[in-house]
């Protein structure tokens, strides 16, 4: 299996604070990939710098085998790197249909945005219902079903899940765990970060475990599940 | 009493309200998609005064036409502007009310010396012309054409505007960016380029008011403070960066004044247009029409 | 380190103007920047003008000896403080031997006490208020004779004289509208003339709908706007609007200045404004050839106004000038005392003030401004207005 | 050490300028002293505090207003107190709503209430039934001159004993993060009201010398937007971390723009505009952050 | 001895409700630590407790005076610190003013700014930021400002302490090293400790009792073994899988 991103040394943060400090991993094609870390860790960092919103301070970055590490957040996500941001960040003032709309901005999605979006309805008949309701209004578990519409809209071919179950009640965190897979199984190259490691763990391929800024761990998503380090980090058991 | 039901006092409201809202509408379109504070903003109104001016002084071409002249230079300019001061400003990224400030600076510096180079190039005498002077009655209503020819066209932009943000992806990505700066980038809006579009949009617009000012009042280097001023309590009535808002609020403020002062009297009539900013801002910051910030 | 700026400035100064030996200095400050900035060409031109016409003649003539004129002028921002300043400059520093206005009653009144102070003559121009009589007399004198409260007798007279009975005002909120509208009030009561509406508005009005439907609705025969150019504009624009129909109309300030009949136009025929001053009138020797310069220089009409007096106050510091030279004590004397010949008549002072010339009125007919108040110099006799 | 010798020096030569110059430099040297007053006065508030006014023109009209208004029935001294009072006490009545507006909306809003305080005064004016006000026997300018150096002395002494109080310290720290500030024990609403108080004090007593200097009063003109600006522009040229910034601020402006309008007056507004754009863009820390050697805390 | 009683406390923003009829107390000298997910309402405890927000119900009492409607400057001189979770330090200030500026306002105020200075280079050598007091705060990493939030609480002098994730995304070492502190902040300062913390293992051996808050509701509290078993915690958690 070929790997459709590839990080090498990526040193990122904000400003003088260096957040995340040489991290290196690779996405395979068709594979979820999961970043694991506490909270602060660096794997919000590591996402954005991933898609472009932070520039890189260091390190290589290659998405299927061309070198983007110079290119800005519009050209990524033409290219087909796709970042579901943490906090959902949907635009309050705009309708759900208008938010979907948005996502399928750049060239290569425009064209099929009637399609995507009746595909994205189709995976929340939620959104359907609510199509023109403004986003602001949405409640927590409507936002990240949103923001995970806008981000499919672009047509990804890799899409970077930052927190998607962050604050979620467990049953809605369920439903977005579950729409992981489905996607993951139609072939969508994925990249998560999430705390839940519970759950993140069960569907990953490959996980990493980002500690600090760096790698602390690394290996097949299942094994780590069960690995004492991990359960150490997360529960102090 | 008889004189707030006539159809003038509407008439005056409308048509004061309308160019309120067009002047407004630029200075909206910049604040919310680049957190400029643009103080230099009646000073585009001007410029564009003078181009309608001079087309229609030398060339006889009428202002409805000399306004497409003065909104492509107002965009020029926009676009020098925006690669000469902004684009660092903006690429920084420090705290946000730094930009402000210094934004809010640079543009006093860029009004003082366009109104300077105008007055040395132009002098400052006041100028004007006539044109579209006839009135047309109708009941107990009178109006000029150029009123008429004013409202007209700042209706139709106002209007083009709002659809253009509602229904062109491109408009969708300035009210992207105006929304949520930080997640424009992330679907895919090339930032760089709607913040240049906006900006110029923002110019061209106040141009396209001066051209419209210009056929019913004397136009002069100095002209531009006044606007400035309305443009900026309009877009706070409205709530700043909020578009639709902004020109709900300029048509607002053109019946307020108007018939604010039938109801007192003009001299109250600053008085009351300050009041009403001041006690907005200190009351309502996010504007009249605004909705409550959304709480995440 | 102030000081030794102060120096290096008092340097730089000199060396900026290194003055040829025969040249008579002639400083002034006029408002080129600002609040008052687009008064100020009305007048700038007027000194212009009078520059080159003068040294054309081959220089000034001062008591007998013939001095090229040269300017040493400033701008004041339309600050009143910077105009001290400036005057200041201009006496200590640049060593003018003569000095011109500047622009504007606030200005006039500011520099007032640094003539005063330093025994320096000067000869004012656009300053109008009830207030200038106040000025200890001997150092400044204003050659206006349009000041506020005699010229509300006039108009009430005129009107009256016209028999109109109902009356309505609209008045700016700026210092001279309100002097003139203080006078008009009472002037009107004795003359038993009823003031129907009586409006005030601020200086950044935008629309005047809703004083002007007022007016319509009351209907008063004279009507007097006591606004300044930009508002005169607004006036007339939305009058023929809504169709004021009031055959007294009096504009106070505007109509004389060039680029108001080109922004209202023919419909501006018929509106009375103030200005004492006409090209047509025959019996001033000097009306007709000043304004054929001006227009030949500028291509454009003169102020009626302040272009007007400005040229008055040089006219008339000329004429001392010759008699007196630049001795301060023997200039003062001569202009207290001399009678001047102006374009627009004689002069004599009487006090601070113009004892001469008469508070009169123009009137806007077809293309020409004609004096038409007092009827003892009126060019034309006046017409009503018949509508926009 | 070398600073207050500096500042000692300076202050001697500014008290000196009258016996050894003409008026018009001793004019300037009012007008720079005047900046100065008005600059450190300012920077009280918006230096400290983040909070930055852009209509501090209107406590030096509402300073100017009561002079006009006392002028003959009080002592000189008595009313330039008065007037900085008054100043004083119409801060601390808007102080309360107004700080609580942040950021850019606090800057529209002090523009904001100076133009409004401008045309209630016009409206005041008019039921007084004045039109204009003229005052008649000014003081010379020599005294006004030395009363506005000590206004220029007491702000600048004003700015340097707040910054290093506690005060200036809970000022600083509200600055940085209100929040933070306040939950580490810093009064925020009352510093800043008080911040916001003490720098309407001297702007009000400079508006009544300023006011006898012109000896005319018209509301219009003494609350002109524009010295709201030139105050700001000073400051960011200037710098305002510290005292020295308004010091060279005022300085380099006022200097600067004698010298401009002397030779170049046509072009010397052109030049302003230029200069505070270079300035805003390259050294944003203004003149006192190009001197070397500076520790940002004081 | 209780030093500081929630009764029913709840927080609504808009629509959404944070909190609700939370209630729990603190003793004297205890280390009680909260957990949650995020969105939990954990922050938004603390600054209802710290006065940054005002409660829509319930009743706040701290060493038995009622603290609602106090403003955030009042609570802190009663005798509570807090940090945030995201740094708040003055970033244009140097480190040691930063700690000084709590020790002249908070609840011991200094006597003069030179005791100030003393009680902040003291605080900071206690929180390893001793070489760092001439720096500007901005300069500091992420884990230094951690250590400079944590500075500025303890040195205002009160005698609750809020500690809000101090040991988020810091190093195991660095999190060995932050313990350490906390116990010594408890032993010889005698403070008592409210503390959030994702880092689990650190919170179970700090802590004497853990409040657990899901979606604004408390769903546990007891001592960290009960807590490490309860089947409601591991759901939260690791989710119903586990």
Redesign the interface.
């Known amino acids: 299996m070929s790997a459709l991103l590839e990080a090498e040394g990526v040193v990122a943060g904000y400003?003088?604070?260096?957040?995340v400090h040489g991290f290196g991993f690779a996405a395979a094609e068709g594979e979820v990939t999961a970043l694991v870390g506490?909270?602060?860790?660096?794997k919000t960092t590591l996402m954005r710098a991933l898609?472009?919103?932070l520039p890189l301070a260091a390190g290589a970055l290659r998405f299927a085998g061309r070198d983007i590490a110079a290119a800005?957040?519009?050209a990524r996500?033409?290219a087909g790197i796709?970042?579901v941001?943490e906090?959902r960040?949907?635009?309050?003032?705009?309708s759900v249909a208008?938010n979907l709309?948005?996502?399928a901005?750049?060239p290569r999605?425009?064209r099929d945005r009637a399609r995507t979006a009746d595909e994205v309805y189709a995976l929340f008949p939620r959104l359907a219902e609510r199509r023109r309701q403004l986003g602001?209004t949405l409640s927590?578990g409507e936002q990240q079903m949103l923001a995970l519409g806008?981000?499919l809209m672009?047509k990804p071919r890799l899409l970077l899940l930052d927190?998607p179950t962050?604050?979620?009640?467990?049953i809605m965190?369920?439903l977005i765990f579950s729409t992981i897979e489905r996607l993951s199984e139609g072939g969508l190259t994925i990249v998560i970060a999430e705390?839940?490691?519970?759950?993140t763990l069960?569907i990953a391929d490959r996980a990493y475990v980002i500690?600090?800024?760096r790698l602390a761990l690394a290996g097949a998503g299942a094994a780590l599940l069960d690995d004492p380090r991990v359960k150490?980090?997360?529960?102090?058991? | 009493m008889d004189a707030l039901l006539s159809g003038q006092l509407l008439v005056a409201a409308l048509v004061t309200g309308a160019l309120y809202a067009l002047t407004a509408l630029g200075l909206n379109l910049v604040y919310g998609t680049m957190r400029l504070l643009n103080v230099a903003h009646g000073d585009l109104v001007m410029i564009g005064a003078y181009v309608a001016f001079w087309a229609f002084t030398l060339l006889a071409l009428s202002p409805l036409l000399g306004l497409a002249a003065a909104a492509a230079l107002a965009a020029l300019f926009g676009l020098a502007l925006y690669h000469g001061l902004f684009r660092r400003l903006l690429a920084g990224g420090k705290a946000a009310q730094r930009l402000e400030a210094n934004s809010l600076l640079l543009f006093f510096g860029v009004s003082v010396i366009v109104q300077n180079l105008m007055a040395l190039q132009f002098t400052a005498t006041p100028r004007g012309y006539q044109y579209l002077d006839t009135v047309y009655r109708w009941g107990n209503a009178a109006i000029t054409g150029n009123r008429v020819a004013a409202f007209a066209v700042a209706v139709i932009l106002c209007g083009g505007v709002l659809a253009f943000l509602r229904f062109h992806v491109t408009g969708l990505a300035i009210k992207a960016l105006i929304q949520r700066r930080d997640a424009a980038a992330v679907v895919g809006v090339n930032v760089e380029r709607v913040q240049q579009l906006a900006l110029c949009l923002g110019f061209a617009s106040a141009a396209v008011a001066g051209a419209l000012v210009s056929m019913t009042e004397q136009i002069s280097p100095f002209m531009g403070f006044p606007f400035t001023i309305a443009a900026f309590v309009v877009i706070i009535l409205g709530g700043l960066g909020n578009v639709t808002g902004g020109i709900a609020a300029g048509l607002l403020l053109g019946v307020l004044e108007t018939y604010g002062v039938a109801l007192t009297s003009s001299a109250y009539r600053s008085i009351l247009v300050y009041g009403v900013f001041v006690l907005i801002l200190l009351l309502r910051p996010q504007g009249l029409l605004g909705g409550r910030r959304i709480v995440r | 380190m102030i000081r030794k700026l102060s120096i290096a400035l008092a340097a730089a100064a000199l060396f900026a103007a290194p003055a040829a030996a025969q040249n008579i200095k002639i400083g002034f400050s006029l408002a080129k920047t600002g609040l008052f900035a687009q008064a100020v060409p009305s007048q700038l031109n007027a000194y212009e003008l009078w520059r080159e016409q003068v040294n054309a003649r081959g220089g000034l003539d001062v008591a007998g000896k013939k001095r090229m004129v040269e300017f040493v002028q400033y701008d004041d921002q339309s600050n009143p403080g910077n105009a001290v300043k400036i005057y200041e400059k201009l006496i200590t520093d640049d060593k003018v031997e003569l000095l011109l206005a500047p622009w504007g009653t606030p200005h006039h009144f500011a520099v007032a006490p640094v003539l005063e102070k330093y025994k320096f003559p000067m000869v004012g121009n656009t300053a109008a208020s009830v207030q200038l009589r106040e000025i200890k007399p001997g150092n400044i004198w204003f050659v206006t004779s349009a000041i506020p409260d005699k010229m509300a007798a006039e108009l009430v007279a005129m009107a009256k004289a016209n028999g109109y009975k109902t009356a309505g005002i609209v008045a700016n909120v700026l210092p001279l509208a309100k002097e003139i509208k203080a006078s008009l009030v009472p002037a009107l009561q004795k003359a038993g003339i009823a003031v129907k509406v009586s409006e005030e508005y601020p200086p950044d009005i935008k629309d005047m709908t809703a004083i002007l439907t007022k007016v319509k609705a009351a209907a008063p025969e004279a009507l007097f706007v006591l606004s300044y150019p930009g508002d005169s504009v607004l006036y007339a624009k939305q009058a023929k609007e809504i169709g004021i129909a009031a055959p007294f109309q009096f504009v106070a300030v505007g109509p004389t200045m060039d680029f108001f009949g080109k922004v209202v136009g023919p419909s501006a025929n018929g509106l009375v404004t103030m200005g004492h001053w006409s090209p047509a009138k025959a019996d001033w020797k000097r009306a007709k050839p000043f304004y054929d310069a001006y227009v030949k220089k500028f291509n454009e009409k003169p102020d009626y106004l302040d272009t007007v007096v400005s040229y008055m106050s040089l006219e008339i510091l000329e004429q001392a000038v010759a008699k007196a030279g630049t001795d301060k004590q023997k200039l003062r004397q001569a202009i207290a005392s001399m009678t001047f010949d102006t374009i627009n008549g004689p002069v004599k002072f009487q006090g601070v003030q113009n004892a001469i010339t008469p508070t009169a009125f123009l009137q806007i007919q077809g293309s020409e401004l004609q004096l038409v108040w007092p009827k003892a110099i009126a060019t034309s006799p006046f017409k009503a207005k018949t509508g926009w | 050490m070398r600073g207050a010798l500096a500042l000692a020096a300076l202050a001697l030569a500014a008290a000196a300028l009258p016996a050894v110059a003409g008026d018009y430099h001793v004019g300037v040297g009012l007008g720079l002293l005047m900046y100065v007053a008005l600059t450190q006065s300012w920077t009280v508030l918006s230096g400290m505090t983040g909070y930055v006014s852009l209509g501090h023109v209107v406590f030096y009209g509402l300073g100017a207003y009561v002079a006009v208004l006392l002028w003959g029935e009080a002592p000189l001294a008595a009313i330039v107190a008065l007037a900085a009072l008054a100043a004083f006490a119409f801060a601390a009545l808007i102080g309360l709503p107004a700080l609580r507006v942040r950021g850019p909306y606090f800057v529209i809003l002090t523009f904001g209430l100076a133009e409004l305080a401008k045309y209630v005064v016009i409206v005041v004016e008019g039921w007084l039934g004045k039109f204009s006000r003229v005052i008649f026997g000014a003081p010379d300018i020599e005294t006004l001159y030395y009363i506005m150096f000590g206004l220029a002395a007491a702000a600048t002494l004003m700015t340097f004993l707040v910054r290093r109080s506690r005060f200036g310290r809970g000022l600083l720290a509200l600055r940085e993060n209100e929040e933070a500030a306040e939950t580490v024990g810093v009064p925020t609403v009352r510093f800043k009201l008080l911040a916001y108080a003490l720098s309407a004090l001297i702007p009000g007593a400079v508006g009544s010398v300023m006011v006898l200097r012109q000896t005319y009063f018209e509301p219009a003109q003494i609350f002109d937007p524009v010295v709201s600006f030139t105050i700001v522009t000073m400051a960011v040229v200037g710098g305002s971390e510290d005292m020295k910034g308004p010091l060279l601020g005022a300085a380099g402006f006022v200097l600067l723009s004698e010298l401009l309008w002397a030779n170049a007056p046509q072009l010397y507004m052109v030049l302003l505009g230029l200069l505070l754009i270079v300035f805003v863009l390259f050294a944003p820390q203004g003149l006192s952050g190009l001197l070397p050697a500076r520790r940002r805390t004081p | 001895m209780t030093l500081l009683a929630l009764r029913a406390v709840s927080k609504q923003f808009g629509g959404l409700r944070a909190l609700s009829d939370i209630s729990f107390d603190v003793a004297a000298g205890e280390i009680v630590g909260i957990m949650g997910a995020n969105g939990a309402g954990k922050t938004t405890l603390f600054s209802l407790i710290a006065g940054n927000e005002r409660p829509s119900g319930g009743t706040i009492v701290f060493d038995g005076r009622a603290l609602a409607g106090l403003p955030p400057h009042r609570i802190c001189r009663l005798g509570i610190a807090r940090t945030f979770q995201i740094v708040r330090p003055f970033g244009g200030l140097t480190v040691e003013d930063n700690v000084a500026t709590a020790a002249m306002f908070g609840a011991a105020q200094a006597a003069s700014p030179a005791a100030a200075a003393e009680r902040a280079l003291a605080v900071l050598a206690l929180v390893g930021l001793a070489e760092r007091a001439g720096d500007l705060a901005e300069t500091l990493t992420l884990s230094g400002q951690k250590r400079l939030e944590l500075a500025r609480a303890v040195a205002t002098g009160g005698r609750l302490l809020m500690l809000d994730e101090v040991m988020a995304g810091l190093t195991p070492a660095e999190v060995a090293t932050m313990l350490e502190i906390v116990r010594r902040l408890h032993r010889e300062y005698g403070l008592t400790i409210l503390i959030i913390e994702h880092v689990m293992r650190a919170l179970m051996q700090l802590a004497g009792r853990i409040v657990v808050l899901h979606h604004g509701e408390k769903i546990a509290e007891g001592p960290p073994a009960a807590i490490g078993a309860d089947p409601r915690v591991h759901e939260v958690y690791f989710g119903a899988a586990a």
């Open positions: 400003g003088d604070i260096e957040i506490a909270n602060g860790a660096g898609a472009g919103v800005r957040a519009h996500v033409e796709v970042l941001p906090g960040l949907i635009f309050p003032h705009m208008e709309r948005i996502g901005i750049n999605a425009r602001g927590g806008r981000g672009a927190e962050l604050g979620l009640a467990p965190a369920k705390q839940d490691v519970g759950q069960g500690e600090n800024g150490a980090a997360y529960l102090g058991l």
